[in-house]
Each structure stands twice: as C-alpha cells, then as structure tokens.
C-alpha cells in the first residue's frame, strides 16, 4: 500500500481550513463594526519624482495579519491540546525521570493524540465549511458560521457551567439563556479554566501510586540506616517496572482520549 501524494490541491485545501478557522476566531473575538467599516488605519506616502504614491493599511488586513501570526496559539488553546501536555508533564514528573521523554516527545505526543481526538470536528468543518466552499455551493459567510459551529460545541462540552458563570460574572453579563449564545470571549477563559481543572485532576491520580513507592523505599531506607541515599534514585527503576508492567501508556493515552466528551 503506497502513500498518497501531497499535491497542490491538498495545500489549498489546507490554507482555506486555516483561513475559516483564523476568520471564525478573529471573528468572535473582535466586533462585528470594525469589519463592516473599511477604514484605513494607517497612511503611508512615499516620495517620488513623478508624485508620492499613498498606501493604507485596513484595520481588516492588520487584524488578520494578526491572527494569523497568534493562530497557532489560538488553535491549540481552543482544542484538547491544553489537558494532554500537562498530564504528559505531570506523570514525567511523577516518574522521576527528569527531561525523559525530552520536550519534543511530549509535544508531538500531545500533537497526534490531539488530532486523533479532534478528527470528528476536523471533518465536520471539513465537511460541511470547507469542500462546499471550495466547490462554490456555500458564500464564504456561511462557511464561516459552519466552521465555528463544531469548535465552539467541543468547547462546550468540556467546559464547566461554574466556569462559564464565573466569567460571565466577571464580565458583569447576565445569564446566557442557552448555551449557544455563550459570547466567545467567556467561552474561551472558561474552556481553559475547566481544562486546567481536569490536567490537574488527572494529574493527582497519576500521582498516587508513585508517591505510595517513593513513601516505601524512603521507610526501607530509613529503616536500614540508609539516610544519606536519595531514595528518588533508588525508587526510580521501581517506578519504571510498575509503569510497563501496568502498560502504563496505553492506560495514559485511552483515559485521556475517553474523557472528552464527543457527543
């Protein structure tokens, strides 16, 4: 079985996402009149010979100039990036193990287990936004309002309803009347408030047993005179052998993936 050839299609297939993805947030995040207005926010003449040429930069392009440099952040805070890499983070840590697996294992890690989680949102904008786009069946702003819906559903499904009214209180709004009309930029903060939440609730289990072995081998050496040898180093290969033998990272990478809710 060969692979399939990256062509050209696929590349434009892959700036048009990003360009729905980036609009939908620039769009939820800045108001609606400073995309209806077309005015320039910047003027520039330069000097000539034959006359000065004038330039102007729109407050549209600047913002999206904007986004586009700050999307990546923007995905990765508003997908199931956020509780994968502080697990990861937390149970090396546990582990003892120091810069073992090195940060570019964790990050990349935490990169596919988050795409494999999100895939039904990808394909539901992908779907539904982007190929009906593409093929000219939909108006750009449609496919904007498509490719908003799914992210701003997975987002709510993970969040906490305190969350949302802890924000809303802080922003001194009134309760929403349903979830759908939650503003983006309460959705957001308490998206990743419930997500921080959860990491550190994971977390606090992953913890457990490896604190209970390092709480062991501290008492055997204590009980052994032992006191100047760092029991970190000698409960360290314990921790390892329990880990592999519970197959540890198939039980780590399964309860992540199960506690998004999807539906």
């Not at 949102?121 to 593409?134: F, R, S, T």
């Not at 709004?173 to 983006?184: D, H």
């Amino acid at each position: 079985m060969g692979f399939k050839a990256f062509t050209r299609q696929d590349m434009r297939q892959l700036v048009v996402f990003a360009l729905l993805v980036s609009a939908a947030v620039l769009g939820a995040l800045l108001p609606a009149q400073a995309f209806a207005e077309g005015l320039p926010l910047i003027n520039v003449t330069s000097a000539g010979k034959g006359g000065g040429q004038q330039y102007s930069l729109t407050l549209q392009l600047l913002a999206l100039m904007t986004t586009l440099s700050l999307l990546p952040s923007l995905l990765l805070m508003m997908s199931a990036f956020v509780r994968i890499i502080i697990v990861l983070s937390l149970l090396r840590q546990a582990l003892g193990t120091g810069q073992t697996p090195p940060n570019n294992v964790l990050v990349g890690l935490s990169l596919f287990l988050t795409l494999f989680i999100m895939e039904p949102v990808l394909n539901d904008v992908y779907k539904n936004a982007i190929v009906p786009y593409m093929n000219d069946k939909m108006s750009f702003d449609n496919a904007l309002a498509l490719a908003e819906k799914p992210i701003r559903t997975f987002m709510l499904h993970q969040t906490r309803g305190d969350d949302i009214a802890l924000f809303m209180q802080i922003a001194h709004k009134g309760e929403p009347v349903s979830p759908e009309t939650v503003p983006f930029m309460t959705l957001v903060p308490a998206f990743m408030t419930s997500e921080l939440k959860s990491a550190f609730t994971i977390g606090f289990l992953i913890y457990i047993p490896f604190v209970v072995i390092d709480f062991i081998i501290a008492s055997v050496l204590m009980s052994m005179g032992m006191m100047m040898l760092s029991p970190m180093m000698i409960s360290m290969p314990f921790k390892l052998m329990l880990f592999v033998l519970v197959d540890g990272w198939g039980l780590i990478m399964g309860s992540l993936a199960s506690s998004f809710v999807m539906n």
